[in-house]
């Protein structure tokens, strides 16, 4: 973000998200810069994005699209949100998917879209999963609070199983 010897750019004219949330994290990165604090440089692998519909769609990382255009061998999962409990509890207004992509290579979530009543809420746990390069069979093997909107992440992770 660092343009010119004394001058930072963030937000949208990075052209790296045009979200809120995207320049807040890019001018904490810019002010621990021009203090000269210690401090990792931007990493938009999991940047989340959230548009405020009905139903709320959030996304993470990578799409399957941009994951096979950057060479990747891209596995998917996918859950529909009114076949959860969750769901069939929420009734009218349920209408969602959540849909994973793993690099099949690594074994690791890559990209993640949570579509559907709090859509951008189910997100938090799979941005930390694409960030941090969890293994997708270490996601197999949580407990999913029951019933939850995050309990249709464990549908979609065993449809991404039998992708495989």
Known sequence: MRAAPGVWGVGDITGRGLFTHVA????EIAVRDILGRPGPGADYRATPRVTFTDPEV???GLTEHAAREQGLRA??????????????????GNDGLIKLVEDADRGVLI?????????G???????????M???????????FAYPTFHRAVEDALADLGRAN
Do not use: F, N
């Open 58 to 60: 959030g996304s993470a």
């Open 133 to 143: 390069g969890i293994p997708v069979d270490r996601l197999r093997h949580m407990i």
């Open 121 to 131: 809420e189910v997100l938090y746990g799979l941005a930390v999963a694409i960030q």
């Open 75 to 92: 596995c998917t999962g996918t859950a529909r949100v009114p076949s959860s409990a969750r769901g069939w509890i929420h009734k009218v």
């Open 111 to 119: 990209g993640a879209t949570a579509a559907g009543p709090a859509g």
């Open 24 to 27: 807040m994290y890019q001018a």
